[in-house]
Every structure is written in structure tokens, then in C-alpha cells.
């Protein structure tokens, strides 16, 4: 009779220990459920914000594009209107010929009135071209706008603006990529809880057992991945 007691009472110690360590770690393991559905949100605010971000980046990239389009439009017309107005001028003998040294504009000229209306930008590329002397050396630069010195600020902008959008584009993905992940811990640590709450409905010490360490394994798994992934601050 105290033999069979004694049986039953490790039977029951063993039974309650199983509790015990399934109660632990299903304990734990929603702690982490909690902690990575959390921080699944929360990447998935920040993917949000960053394709936002990107997007009206892109828009405003678009913008100085157009403006930079718009900005070679006018030179190509003035420099045009302006060097057709200066052949005239030498033809008729109104202005010396241009020469390396520069042009000089009349007042009242035409070609005196299309200089003044060029764009700061253009006129310095304008100024290192005849410096070549383009009318009469043949190996001079075609045009002003070959010139290294033709640079527009709204193109760069475009350009800066298009390195940013694909920055917060890169941002955007790989906040998704952690989000993945963190759902995929989300699952890891739920298989935990659920192999957890078996274990005690199952029959024989040994499956209960198999049932436990199972949970344990996929436990210690799912936290050896989950502390490699980045986070993101409750605040």
C-alpha cells in the first residue's frame, strides 16, 4: 500500500512539474508573442512613413526636373536669338567681331538685349566658350552647353532628390523585411503556447515530455532569432 503511495505521489510530482515548466514557458512566450506583434506594427508604421516619404520625393524630384528642363529650353532659345542677333551686328559692322577676349555688350543692341536676359547659370558657361573663341578656332566646343561650366542647380536638386527617394525606398524595405520577421517570431512563440498548452492534455509522462521539450526547442529558436532583429523604441 505505501509502495503504490509512493508511486502516485511521483507520478503527481512529476505531473506538476510538467505544469510547472509548461506554465513557464508559455508564460514567456507570450511575453515575446506580445513584444514581437508589437514591433511588427511598429516596422510596419515606419515601411508606411518610409514609402510616403519616397514618394513625394520622387514627386518633388519630378518638379525640379521640369524646372531644369524648362531653365535648358530658355538658353537653347536666347543663346540662339542672341548669336543670330550678333552675326547680324558684326555683318552690318553695329559691333567688333568676337574674338577669346570675350563679348562686350552695346547698349541698344539686340544682341545687347538678349545678353542681359540670360540666366547667371548660362552666362558663365557662355563666358568660358568664347574664351575658346569658338568663331574662329574649329576645334572649339560646339556650343556653351558642352561646356563643364553649364551647370543647373534644379538639376542637381533633381538628381540629390533622386538619391533621397531611393534611400527612403530602401528604408521602406527592409522596414518590411523586419516586420516579416517579427511576425514570423509572432508564429514561433504562438507554436510554443500551443505545444505548451498540449503537454497537459496528453497522456503518458513521456509524450507529455516530448510535448515540452518540443515547445522548449522551438522557444529557444524563436528567441535566438527574435534577439537578432532590430528594434524599434516603445517611445
Not at 566658350?129 to 534644379?154: C, I, K, R
Not at 514570423?184 to 498548452?197: C, H, M, N, R, Y
Request: hydrophobic fraction near 50%; glycine fraction near 6%; avoid cysteine.
Amino acid at each position: 500500500m505505501s509502495h503504490a503511495r509512493e508511486d502516485e505521489q511521483l507520478i503527481l510530482g512529476a505531473s506538476d512539474r510538467i505544469e510547472l515548466i509548461a506554465t513557464i514557458v508559455m508564460a514567456l512566450a507570450a511575453i515575446a508573442t506580445a513584444w514581437s506583434a508589437f514591433q511588427a506594427t511598429k516596422w510596419g508604421g515606419i515601411m508606411a512613413i518610409e514609402f510616403s516619404s519616397a514618394n513625394a520625393t520622387r514627386v518633388e524630384s519630378s518638379k525640379a526636373d521640369g524646372l531644369a528642363n524648362t531653365q535648358r529650353t530658355v538658353d537653347v532659345n536666347v543663346f540662339t536669338s542672341w548669336l543670330d542677333a550678333v552675326a547680324e551686328e558684326i555683318k552690318t559692322g553695329e559691333i567688333p567681331p568676337v574674338s577669346d577676349a570675350g563679348y562686350d555688350p552695346l547698349p541698344g543692341t539686340l544682341s545687347a538685349f538678349y545678353f542681359d536676359r540670360m540666366r547667371p547659370e548660362f552666362k558663365v558657361a557662355l563666358d568660358a566658350w568664347l574664351t575658346t573663341d569658338p568663331l574662329n578656332e574649329v576645334g572649339a566646343p560646339p556650343s556653351p552647353f558642352v561646356m563643364e561650366e553649364y551647370q543647373l542647380a534644379a538639376a542637381r536638386e533633381a538628381e540629390r532628390l533622386v538619391t533621397e527617394s531611393e534611400v527612403h525606398r530602401q528604408d521602406a524595405l527592409d522596414a518590411n523585411q523586419n516586420g516579416d520577421n517579427y511576425v514570423l517570431s509572432t508564429v514561433l512563440f504562438a507554436l510554443v503556447i500551443f505545444f505548451g498548452g498540449v503537454s497537459s492534455k496528453l497522456s503518458g509522462k513521456r509524450n507529455r515530455w516530448a510535448a515540452i521539450v518540443l515547445a522548449l526547442i522551438l522557444f529557444l529558436g524563436g528567441l535566438g532569432a527574435f534577439s537578432q532583429l532590430p528594434i524599434v523604441a516603445p517611445f
